[in-house]
Nanobody, 121 residues
Framework: QVQLVESGGGLVQTGGSLRLSCGAS????????MGWFRQAPGKEREFVAS????????AYADSVKGRFTISRDNAKNTVNLQMNSLKPEDTAVYYC??????????????WGQGTQVTVSS
């Protein structure tokens, strides 16, 4: 069973940047599609970005395209989310997730505990 641990959240001003990281253990990392999701207070959890096992294909929510970049390092079993030009509406708990195989379906099997990102106006 894959275990995921996020880090890198915090408080940043509008227009600033943060880099989230997620470390994975107990699994052959390259076999997993990795995703980032977020949940703001009073809202449902939403998809942010995903990356396939080889790292060759990524996908983004329209709200973060051009501002966020997902990447992975299969040698280190980590997936990162570089967030630039942050807006107050990006404030949420961010979750790392994993699913075995491709990123074609939205169901993820494993989740991290989440890390808080707060963007002040």
């Amino acid at each position: 069973q894959v275990q995921l641990v996020e880090s890198g959240g915090g408080l940043v001003q509008t227009g600033g940047s943060l880099r989230l990281s997620c470390g994975a253990s107990r699994g052959t990392f390259i076999n997993y599609c990795m995703g980032w999701f977020r949940q703001a207070p009073g809202k449902e959890r939403e998809f942010v970005a995903s990356i396939i096992g080889t790292g060759g294909t990524t996908a983004y929510a329209d709200s973060v395209k051009g501002r966020f970049t997902i990447s992975r390092d299969n040698a280190k079993n980590t997936v990162n989310l570089q967030m630039n030009s942050l807006k107050p509406e990006d404030t949420a708990v961010y979750y790392c997730a994993a699913r075995y195989g491709s990123c074609r379906t939205p169901e993820y099997n494993y989740w991290g505990q989440g890390t808080q990102v707060t963007v002040s106006s």
